[in-house]
C-alpha cells in the first residue's frame, strides 16, 4: 500500500464514517449485498473494509464476516464500530496478500477499494483466489472519472473504471456468470471547489466456476 493512502487514511480514519455517509449510501451497499444471493450459513471476507462499511451490512445475513484492510487505524475503528456483532473478524492485510487459504470463503466483497489497489486486476485474481467454486465476488466501485483531485486529496491511485475492463478481469479470473451493470446510487464527491458531481457507480457480480 502506498504511503500517501496510508497517511490520508490514518489521517480520517475517525471522520471516514461521516465523509463516507456523505459520498454513498447504506441503500446502495445492501443492494448489492441482496444481488450476491448469499446463503444464510456464508462465511465471507470484505477487502478493503475500512471502517466495516460493508461487514457490518454483512454480518447480520451470514455466519462469519473477515474484514481486512491495510490500514490499522481504520480497523480500530471498524472494531467499535461493529461491536455488536460477534462473528465478524477483522486484520490488517494488504488487498493482494490475504491471509486466508484458497477456495475458502463463499463470497468476497469490495466497496471502493479497487481504485485504491496498485494492481486492480491482481487485487482481483487474489479474491477470486479466496472464493470456493460456486462462491461470489462482489465488486462496487467508481466508474471512469475525470477528478484528478481525487488522486491528490483522496490518495487514489485510478480515477473509476472502464465496465468492459472489469468484465474481462472477472472472467480472465475465472468468473462466470459475470454481471456489470449500474449500482443504486451515485457518489457525491464534493470538490475542492465546494460543487458536489455526482459520479456513477458499477456493482460487478460473478460466480467462480
Ligand atoms: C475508500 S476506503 C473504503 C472503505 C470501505 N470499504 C467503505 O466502503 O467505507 C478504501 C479502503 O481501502 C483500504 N486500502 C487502500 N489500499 C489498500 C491495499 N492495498 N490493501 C488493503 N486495503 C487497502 C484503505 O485503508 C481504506 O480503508
Redesign the pocket.
Known amino acids: ?1 502506498p504511503n500517501d ?1 496510508q497517511t490520508y ?1 490514518s489521517n480520517v480514519a475517525g471522520q ?1 464514517d461521516e465523509i ?1 455517509e456523505g459520498y454513498f449510501t447504506e441503500h446502495m451497499r445492501d443492494s448489492a449485498i441482496t444481488k450476491a444471493k448469499l446463503p444464510a450459513n456464508a462465511a465471507v471476507a ?6 466495516g ?2 461487514a457490518g451490512g454483512l454480518a447480520p445475513h451470514v455466519a462469519k464476516v473477515y474484514g ?4 490499522p487505524d ?1 480497523l480500530e475503528v471498524a472494531k467499535q464500530n461493529l461491536l455488536a456483532f460477534s462473528n465478524v473478524e477483522l486484520r490488517v ?4 496478500q490475504i491471509p486466508m487459504p484458497d477456495n475458502s470463503l463463499d463470497g468476497v466483497f469490495a ?3 479497487l481504485h ?3 494492481q486492480p486486476e491482481k487485487a482481483i485474481q487474489e479474491m477470486v483466489r479466496l472464493l470456493k467454486p460456486g462462491g461470489v465476488l462482489c465488486i462496487t466501485d467508481l466508474d471512469t472519472h475525470d477528478h484528478e483531485w481525487q488522486r491528490e486529496q483522496m490518495a487514489d491511485l485510478w480515477l473509476g473504471f472502464e465496465r468492459d475492463d472489469i468484465r474481462k478481469w472477472f472472467e480472465n479470473a475465472g468468473l462466470r456468470e459475470v454481471d456489470v451493470d449500474c449500482a443504486e446510487g451515485t457518489c457525491n464527491a464534493c470538490g475542492p471547489d465546494g460543487k458536489t458531481d455526482p459520479l456513477s457507480i458499477f456493482v460487478a457480480i460473478g460466480r467462480k466456476g
Open positions: 500500500m493512502s487514511f471516514w463516507r470484505d477487502i478493503g473494509t475500512g471502517t462499511f460493508v481486512f484492510d491495510a490500514n481504520m492485510a494488504p488487498g493482494d466497496n471502493m477499494y485504491h489497489a496498485p
